[in-house]
């Protein structure tokens, strides 16, 4: 079982930066790829990024590609999510999630974050 959770949401202005990061329990976190989604209102979630159970392999949508970074922390059982460059349409509700490694599809992802909103004003 792991149990995550998001924090560094909030409000930004477009261009500007956020870094969330994600806090997993549980001894088996450097077991698991980690992967980072959004959902917007009224649209499907969709995949941001995901890293491999090392940290070595990292993989991103073409929409946030040279703008997104995507790190673990295994020591500290902590994923991150390094967001610059903002825009408008970035604005959604980001998750973190544990699954398969190397999983772009939400539903090879067994545990889910609360989610942490992020808000990119024009």
């Known amino acids: 079982q792991v149990q995550l959770v998001e924090s560094g949401g909030g409000l930004v202005q477009a261009g500007g930066s956020l870094r969330l990061s994600c806090a997993a329990s549980g001894r088996t976190f450097s077991s698991y790829g980690m992967g980072w989604f959004r959902q917007a209102p009224g649209k499907e979630r969709e995949f941001v990024s995901r890293v491999s159970r090392s940290g070595g392999s990292t993989y991103y949508a073409d929409s946030v590609k040279g703008r997104f970074t995507i790190s673990r922390d295994n020591a500290k059982n902590t994923v991150y999510l390094q967001m610059n460059s903002l825009k408008p349409e970035d604005t959604a509700v980001y998750y973190c999630?544990?699954?398969?490694?190397?999983?772009?599809?939400?539903?090879?992802?067994?545990?889910w974050g609360q989610g942490t909103q992020v808000t990119v004003s024009s």
């Open positions: 999630a544990a699954g398969r490694p190397g999983a772009t599809n939400y539903l090879e992802y067994d545990y």
